[in-house]
């Protein structure tokens, strides 16, 4: 049998490896009003693209042209950091459990990843903006029709605090404003 050959997944052509990536990678952005689900979606994400890494592996043109060293240099030094501090930590074990955390930092590099092409890119953008829409309805909902809203008792949205509400809620907002400022070429 002949052995398997990795396929090209630059812009313009996508693997079936490419497509279900990018709809988990994606499932776990859109479902970030449901943060178990989300990491769910996540998890999903990184096994699916460890195990098909050799067909969704980016070529070295294809990274700097997306400026890739200029977003992963920053994050490679952070887990570094982290790493070191771990095994440097007065309560190494402790320490070491807890670099679990760096499993969330993966989203900037599954993006790198699997959303490639400007078509993927604008799809994933907008509907970011949706789920942003809706998010800012349900919490004008929550409002309204609930005992929220006193600046003793804000409103937590989806989300068990109301910080992590306001959190989500303003990045989609930059996305909104981001959107609205250029035009859509």
Not at 85 to 90: K, P
Not at 97 to 113: S, V, Y
Not at 153 to 178: E, K, Q
Request: with cysteine; glycine share 8%; aromatic share 12%.
């Amino acid at each position: 049998m002949p052995e398997h050959q990795p396929q090209s997944v630059e812009e313009g052509s996508t693997s079936r490896h490419q497509n279900v990536g990018f709809w988990l990678y994606t499932l776990h952005l859109l479902t970030v009003w449901g943060i178990a689900l989300s990491n769910i979606f996540q998890g999903l994400t990184l096994l699916w693209t460890l195990r098909w890494w050799r067909d969704l592996r980016p070529s070295t043109a294809s990274l700097r042209a997306a400026g890739a060293a200029v977003l992963l240099k920053p994050f490679v030094l952070y887990v570094v950091i982290f790493v070191a501090s771990a095994f440097t930590s007065y309560q190494v074990k402790t320490s070491l459990w807890e670099l679990r955390a760096l499993i969330g930092l993966t989203t900037l590099p599954l993006a790198l990843l699997l959303v490639r092409g400007e078509r993927r890119v604008r799809l994933v953008y907008d509907l970011l903006i949706w789920v942003t829409l809706a998010l800012a309805v349900y919490g004008i909902a929550q409002y309204f029709l609930t005992d929220y809203g006193e600046l003793y008792n804000r409103i937590p949205g989806p989300f068990g605090h109301y910080m992590t509400y306001s959190g989500v809620v303003l990045l989609g907002a930059c996305l909104v404003l981001a959107r609205v400022m250029t035009r859509p070429s």
